[in-house]
């Protein structure tokens, strides 16, 4: 029996990530993470924290200078952001997602070039999929790249881009072959110092408001044939492949900004005093704080699960990925959504944080994909018989 009683823990190694993830962001993110929300800022202190420890893309492979670390500690590092602060949880997760195009399908130069210079901290990378058109129907996209000898040209309008603006180079999905449905679609890398490409505005929004999020404009962008990822008509295929892997991340999200909220609330209800007794001491509240813990702990679960099959390439990683995404975000919605009643009237104040949580818990329940798509997802992997038991 004793070779089975780890069998669900992490490593130590994950353990010791997990750690040093939570030393750093008590004392360098957590500290600022109200600010970046009132001031909708970029969470620059949690930026630098973060590259200083090898936490904003640690993903790379050692071969080009990153950490190497696997789905789960990438996963680890996320959430434990996320309990702090979201906004910062982006620096870590748009990284991966801008990034796995190159690290998936580019060539060994493009890796070379692109995650070597993102594991040397000389810029972010973000990912410009979704148009004002073209969101859940990815495939409606307008911005085409032309051939023009050995070089390529890009035009047209990127929209919802996080960190866009921040980020130095961008993973650009495009129409190559209009005729040709997904298989005329490619992928690009374009840097944020390429002639013809500028901004938007920023976006108001609800939450995540560290984390811009803004329209980006590409005019005649002129970029050399070898930034193509892949070959010319697998840019479709490989943007579908990077959201498999990295809606694991946004789950990962969802657990850390729940159990930030979940710890608030324990917190304050052990303190909070009425009718003589803490509010604890209420049965009514305690089936509430119980139904919290036991949430996010399977929403967690799910999501290592899910992590699991993103680092061992699974072939029912799909329904996994979506599964954890779709039920982590919502259980993050519900967890924070309680967390406010728990303060009552103080939850719903700006005083204390439970209601940036909730803010910010919505977005994980939208981007990378909706959870109605997420659901079309799962369905046609049950339908096709792609899950496993375990």
């Known amino acids: ?221 002129r970029i050399t044939a070898d930034r193509m990822i892949g070959e010319e008509g697998t840019g479709f295929e490989t943007a579908m492949k990077t959201l498999d892997h990295t809606r694991v991340t946004i789950a990962a999200q969802a657990v850390g900004v729940a159990q930030g909220a979940l710890d608030y609330a324990l917190d304050y209800a052990k303190e909070r005093e009425q009718f003589g007794k803490s509010i604890a001491d209420f049965q009514g509240l305690q089936f509430m704080l119980a139904d919290m813990g036991m949430k996010v702990e399977a929403a967690r679960q799910m999501t290592y699960a899910a992590a699991g099959r993103s680092e061992r390439g699974d072939a029912d990683l799909t329904f996994f990925g979506a599964a954890a995404k779709c039920f982590a975000s919502d259980v993050a919605m519900e967890v924070t959504v309680n967390a406010v009643q728990v303060l009552g009237g103080y939850g719903f104040t700006r005083d204390y944080p439970v209601e940036r949580m909730m803010r910010d818990a919505k977005i994980t329940q939208i981007y990378e994909g909706t959870n109605q798509v997420q659901r079309i997802v799962m369905a046609r992997q049950l339908l096709a018989g792609v899950q496993s038991q375990i």
Request: hydrophobic share 40%; aromatic share 6%; net charge negative.
């Open 1 to 221: 029996m004793s070779e089975t009683t780890d069998l669900y823990a992490l490593s130590e190694e994950h353990r010791a990530i997990r750690g040093a993830v939570r030393d750093l962001v008590e004392a360098k993110v957590a500290p600022y993470a109200a600010a970046v929300d009132e001031e909708a800022r970029f969470p620059h202190e949690a930026s630098a924290a973060l590259q200083a420890a090898d936490f904003h893309a640690p993903h790379v492979p050692e071969e080009f200078g990153g950490a190497g670390a696997d789905a789960l500690a990438t996963v680890l590092v996320i959430e434990e952001v996320a309990r702090a602060c979201v906004s910062s949880s982006l620096i870590p997760a748009v990284n991966k997602l801008g990034s796995l195009p190159v690290q998936i399908a580019g060539s060994h130069e493009l890796k070379a070039t692109y995650l070597g210079a993102l594991a040397r901290g000389e810029g972010g990378f973000s990912y410009c999929l979704s148009e004002p058109e073209a969101g859940s129907d990815a495939l409606s996209m307008k911005t085409r790249a032309v051939r023009d000898g050995d070089h390529w040209v890009l035009n047209g309008t990127k929209r919802w881009i996080t960190n866009a603006g921040e980020s130095e180079f961008y993973t650009v999905i495009a129409v190559t072959d209009p005729e040709k449905r997904s298989k005329g679609i490619s992928a690009f890398v374009v840097e944020k110092s390429d002639e013809g490409v500028s901004f938007g505005a920023p976006e108001k929004k609800l939450g995540i408001k560290g984390s811009p999020t803004r329209e980006v404009y590409l005019d005649n962008v």
